[in-house]
């Protein structure tokens, strides 16, 4: 990952995520800031140590309904920006996944998919992060494979009408 002279803290870098930037794709504030910006904050998260899960909860907290709708259409954003193109053969195996599972499946997409290298600015002594996507090295169906069978083995039984309701939530309710 990116080197810096100090590690971030952890809970400045939940703070400065947990907000509308970051979770709420129809906002003003979604647009100050490119994607790829947003995802180098987000692997940065998650690889200092940070929880996806905790910094959606701080968001959603207190916020009402229609922003916290849009958290799931912005995990499916980042997800489709670290794996373009294969992510439409997983559409609806990730819209069957539980909001734990689908930000567990983030968290591993933007461990295995993204590098940070710095490159020099105009002033020499100042360095730029810049995000490096391996794309064509991310294994996306082993990935949601693997989180298919742990979700199968721990609610043994499932009925058909309760996968329904989780693509319904993907598509047009709140999971938070």
């Given at each position: 990952m990116y080197n810096q002279k100090q590690k971030p803290c952890i809970e400045k870098l939940e703070t400065n995520i947990a907000t509308r930037e970051y979770w709420d794709n129809i906002s003003y504030e979604w647009?100050?800031?490119t994607l790829e910006w947003k995802i180098y904050k987000l692997s940065e998260?998650?690889?200092?140590?940070?929880d996806l899960n905790?910094?959606?909860?701080i968001?959603?907290?207190g916020r009402e309904r229609s922003c916290r709708e849009r958290i799931q259409h912005c995990i499916l954003k980042y997800i489709e920006a670290v794996i373009p193109g294969s992510i439409h053969d997983l559409w609806?195996?990730?819209?069957?996944?539980?909001?734990?599972?689908a930000v567990k499946l983030l968290t591993k997409l933007l461990k295995a998919g993204i590098t940070v290298e710095a490159i020099k600015t105009e002033n020499e002594s100042d360095f730029?992060?810049?995000c490096v996507f391996h794309n064509n090295t991310i294994d996306g169906e082993s990935i949601v494979a693997a989180?298919?069978?742990?979700h199968l083995q721990t609610h043994r039984g499932e009925s058909v009408i309760a996968v329904k309701n989780r693509v319904?939530?993907?598509l047009c309710d709140c999971w938070w």
């Amino acid at each position: 990952m990116y080197n810096q002279k100090q590690k971030p803290c952890i809970e400045k870098l939940e703070t400065n995520i947990a907000t509308r930037e970051y979770w709420d794709n129809i906002s003003y504030e979604w647009d100050q800031t490119t994607l790829e910006w947003k995802i180098y904050k987000l692997s940065e998260l998650v690889d200092y140590g940070g929880d996806l899960n905790r910094v959606i909860a701080i968001y959603a907290n207190g916020r009402e309904r229609s922003c916290r709708e849009r958290i799931q259409h912005c995990i499916l954003k980042y997800i489709e920006a670290v794996i373009p193109g294969s992510i439409h053969d997983l559409w609806f195996r990730v819209y069957k996944l539980e909001n734990e599972e689908a930000v567990k499946l983030l968290t591993k997409l933007l461990k295995a998919g993204i590098t940070v290298e710095a490159i020099k600015t105009e002033n020499e002594s100042d360095f730029h992060p810049v995000c490096v996507f391996h794309n064509n090295t991310i294994d996306g169906e082993s990935i949601v494979a693997a989180i298919e069978e742990e979700h199968l083995q721990t609610h043994r039984g499932e009925s058909v009408i309760a996968v329904k309701n989780r693509v319904k939530k993907w598509l047009c309710d709140c999971w938070w």
